[in-house]
């Protein structure tokens, strides 16, 4: 197999699974998933600060299960919905959702395209994967929600109550589909085809029968010019590291803090997508601490992953300001603390 077919083959997988996972998650915002979520959130126990965790566990959770693009396009809306119904600081739970879209994109192969570029041709199934993942997981989870409550503790205490309101929800194909995905991706070593198969499904059933899922709706969602462009870039990436051996020895031979080091600062020049396609093109002496670079590193900048950039659209949309500034300051926090933890249990 020449170096280019290679590279196309352990790249394609990636792409194809997320553009499913935005179809499931889209189609499953239409049935009130999400909105349901969004108000278990606002109805969170222990004022606007018991709101926050709420919020950012459930956008943890979107995460690890529906990747973390998906979480970032479908629970920043949902995360200011339930800081607005309870008049409180917005700004906790606008960033707090991306930092921990970025942060908790660790734990399954589906997560985050990056898991899927690094472990493709390093065997092993999806269960394995997050049994090696999951308490640095974990570390990251709760080291994002410690440094975002400190960062807007006095800010959340002046918040208001919130009127309990029962958000219509019917179990469909979304639901459905996501149930499936979160199945494929422990089960299989290659979920992409089974999450694609399950996106396509549900949207062709929620055209059907709800006629509620335009094309042209679809196509915004999963933009696939944009995902086009990256793979593109990331399939470029990777077939120059390996026909020029120019990242031969980059990682071979790191520690595991220095590997995540180097993975982080990367995110921020070069994006985590090329990023993980340049690295994994060769031998890797501690491919998950590359990985803990890679996800929480993009906290450093919104350069740093497609989903940040997602992140600043989709808050403009909600009328919500962002701070280039405010997000590297807090972020870079964030980096440290989950990075640290993170990279200290996998040193155990």
């Known amino acids: 197999m020449t170096a280019l077919s290679h590279t196309l083959a352990v790249t394609w997988s990636p792409f194809v699974l997320v553009t499913g996972l935005l179809l499931i998650g889209r189609v499953a915002a239409g049935e009130g998933l999400f909105a349901l979520v969004g108000s278990w959130c606002a109805r969170g126990p222990g004022g606007a600060r018991g709101s926050l965790v709420v919020t950012l566990l459930a ?7 529906l990747n973390l693009d998906t979480s970032v396009v479908f ?54 994967f997050a049994a090696r993942t999951v308490l640095p997981w974990v570390a990251c989870v709760v080291a994002t929600l410690v440094v975002v409550l400190a960062w807007r503790w006095r800010a959340l205490g002046a918040g208001t109550g919130v009127d309990a309101q029962r958000v219509p929800f019917r179990t469909g194909p979304g639901t ?19 999450v694609l198969g399950a996106g396509l499904v549900a949207a062709a059933v929620d055209v059907v029968v709800r006629r509620r899922l335009a094309l042209r709706e679809a196509l915004a969602v999963t933009n696939p010019v944009l995902l086009g ?120």
């Open 59 to 65: 956008v943890a959770l979107v995460t690890a299960v």
């Open 229 to 348: 462009a990256l793979f593109v870039v990331a399939s470029a990436v990777g077939w120059f590291a390996r026909t020029s051996g120019f990242a031969a020895d980059a990682l071979a031979h790191r520690s595991v803090v220095a590997t995540a080091v180097v993975a982080a600062l990367t995110t921020v020049v070069i994006n985590n997508l090329p990023a993980a396609s340049f690295y994994a093109a060769h031998a890797l002496a501690h491919p998950f601490a590359l990985l803990v670079g890679l996800d929480v590193g993009p906290n450093l900048a919104v350069t740093g992953a497609l989903s940040s950039l997602l992140w600043r659209r989709i808050a403009a949309r909600e009328g919500a300001a962002t701070s280039l500034a405010t997000f590297s300051g807090v972020g870079l926090v964030v980096v440290v603390v989950a990075g640290a933890a993170a990279t200290w249990l996998l040193g155990l």
């Open 176 to 194: 459905l589909g996501a149930a499936l995905a979160v199945v494929a991706m422990l089960a299989t070593r290659q979920p992409a085809l089974w």
């Open 75 to 128: 629970m920043t809306p949902v995360a200011l919905h339930a800081a607005r119904s309870r008049s409180t600081d917005e700004r906790a739970f606008l960033y707090g959702t991306v930092f921990m879209s970025n942060s908790a994109s660790l734990l399954l192969v589906g997560s985050n395209l990056t898991n899927l570029l690094v472990v493709a041709d390093r065997g092993g199934g999806g269960s394995d």
